[in-house]
Nanobody, 116 residues
Framework: QLQASGGGLVQAGGSLRLSCVGT????????LGWFRQAPGKVREGVAS???????VYSDSVRGRFTISRDNVKSTVYLQMNSLYVEDTAVYFC????????????WGQGTQVTVSS
């Protein structure tokens, strides 16, 4: 239902853009988010965006990452700039029905590796 892409290997200070396409549901009624999980760490929220384009960021990425969405394409993006080695993780996209607290759809994850 969610297909993430765009991960890869990049040097510190570089940029990557992740994409996530949703199918099988009307994304107009869903908030979309990005999460990440580094080895040995719990999954953490990175950014989310509502269908009204209200966005929220974690403290660790605010000012460096930008989340956006294209409702026509049912796609959410994560533009990641000024990447740190600490941003290395598997990144997941997810969808949450507006008005609900839990994310019900999850993508398969895409690996982002930032080298020093």
């Amino acid at each position: 239902q969610l297909q993430a892409s765009g991960g890869g290997l990049v040097q510190a200070g570089g940029s990557l853009r992740l994409s996530c396409v949703g199918t099988g549901f009307n994304s107009d009624y869903y908030a979309l988010g990005w999460f990440r999980q580094a080895p040995g760490k719990v999954r953490e929220g990175v950014a989310s965006i509502t269908s009204y384009d209200n966005s929220v960021y974690s403290d660790s990425v605010r000012g460096r990452f930008t989340i956006s969405r294209d409702n026509v394409k049912s796609t959410v993006y994560l533009q990641m700039n000024s990447l740190y080695v600490e941003d290395t993780a598997v990144y997941f996209c997810a969808a949450r029905r507006l008005g609900r607290s839990a994310y019900e759809y999850w993508g398969q994850g895409t690996q982002v590796t930032v080298s020093s």
